[in-house]
């Protein structure tokens, strides 16, 4: 059984309860502790929830943990129903029909069907529906992607190759702000869920997981997550504005979410380039012999198995300095003997002119010898 949130414990007659201790005369502290006691309380039915469903609780952070939610859940929603309206009904019957059988209260339903656990386990489904993709790459093409500007004209055309998948943060590239722990922690991975409602509008739903468990996530029109987010005053309230150093984490998380779309987006655009792109590992040509037997997915394995892209090529020059300074907000410039850095980006006009993608990457764009001041990177509006 997992281990319940530290402060939620069963009382004599087997019921959660949280222990909250506030100063009751500090209006501000006691209703932020109330905050923290609803979600422990959140956590541990959602741990019970799952238990009572599928006899165990994933630790989504954990990517084995995540496949093995997935392959349960896909045989039970989009196995039934390939679209994603029917397989998120079936979810719902499914969670609801145990609270009923259960007694558990309407808590218990609600921590399992509220951001961002829902998209977890839709997400989760959808990639085992695609035999767990999973995409990963270097630190400096990482660094050199997650800036590349999206041509506006491709937004529209845009399309993801498969409806779900993972893409595996390289260690230490990016990070969050865990205002549970007090610390930024970093971003292991991103589950990307693509969902086509058939009239060629896409529709996108990303989490990003960290070593902590603490998650951030999004949803949007391609438009929309290309684009920058402002965390408003409800985030300021939720987070308590006595938190160290709160403007600084976020500004970086704001700026952590428009880098996150656009790796997104960006990946979709080179995986379209198959000189980009090598399988690794074994689990590929597994997976291409049980669809020749009319297998579905993991169904029957002893354990799913991830299929690795591996994304790139060599990058000469190493922009993670300049992505570091852009996320954490710095403005210090220093001595170097170019005039700027000009980030990677797409040739869409070119690249139908030669039937393949053409992506230029990061390069110093020299006016002289002389040591001048680097410029600061622009993600947006590049001229």
């Known amino acids: 059984m997992p281990r319940l949130p530290s402060r939620v414990r069963r009382d004599e007659k087997g019921r959660l309860v949280v222990e909250v201790s506030v100063n009751k005369d500090d209006p501000d502290v006691k209703a932020r502790a109330m905050r923290e006691a609803d979600l422990a309380m959140s956590k541990a039915k959602y741990i019970e929830a799952m238990v009572a469903v599928m006899g165990f609780a994933p630790q989504t952070n954990d990517k084995r943990d995540l496949m093995r939610l997935g392959e349960w859940l896909r045989q039970r929603t989009f196995q039934l129903d390939d679209t994603d309206s029917g397989a998120e009904d079936r979810f719902k019957d499914l969670i609801l029909a145990n609270n009923n059988e259960t007694g558990h209260d309407v808590g218990y339903s609600r921590a399992v069907l509220s951001e961002p656990e829902f998209w977890i386990h839709m997400a989760a489904a959808r990639w085992a529906d695609q035999t767990f993709p999973v995409v990963t790459m270097g630190e400096r093409y990482f660094a050199a992607l997650i800036t590349a500007r999206t041509p506006p ?38 589950l990307v869920h693509c969902i086509d409602d058939g009239d060629g509008d896409l529709w996108w739903r990303w989490v990003a997981f960290t070593t902590t468990g603490h998650k951030q996530w999004r949803e949007g029109t391609t ?10 005053e409800p985030e300021h309230e939720r ?25 997104i987006l960006n990946v979709c655009e080179a995986l379209t380039n198959p000189d980009y792109i090598r399988e690794h590992g074994g689990s590929h040509e597994k997976y291409r012999a049980r669809e020749r037997q009319g297998k579905k997915g993991a169904s029957g394995m002893a354990e799913p198995e991830a299929r690795t892209y591996v994304l790139g090529k060599p990058i000469k020059i190493d922009c993670r300095e300049h992505l570091r300074s852009y996320v954490e907000g710095t403005r210090e410039n220093r001595e170097v003997t170019v005039s700027f850095l000009v980030r990677g980006h797409f040739k869409p006009k070119l690249s139908e002119r030669v039937k393949r993608l053409v992506f230029i990457e990061p390069y110093l764009k020299r006016k002289d010898q002389a040591p001048i001041l680097i410029r600061e990177h622009q993600l947006e509006g590049d001229e």
Not at 223 to 232: G, L, R
């Open 223 to 232: 438009e929309a997550i290309a684009t920058a987010v402002k965390i408003t």
């Open 239 to 263: 987070y308590g504005l006595d938190v160290p150093a709160f403007e600084d984490n976020v500004g970086q998380d704001e700026r952590m979410f428009l880098l996150i779309g656009n790796l």
């Open 153 to 190: 004209e491709r937004l529209p055309v845009l399309r993801s190759p498969w409806k779900a998948f993972v893409i595996d943060i390289p260690p230490n590239s990016l990070s969050v702000f865990d205002y549970d722990d007090g610390k930024r922690v970093p971003i292991t991975r991103v």
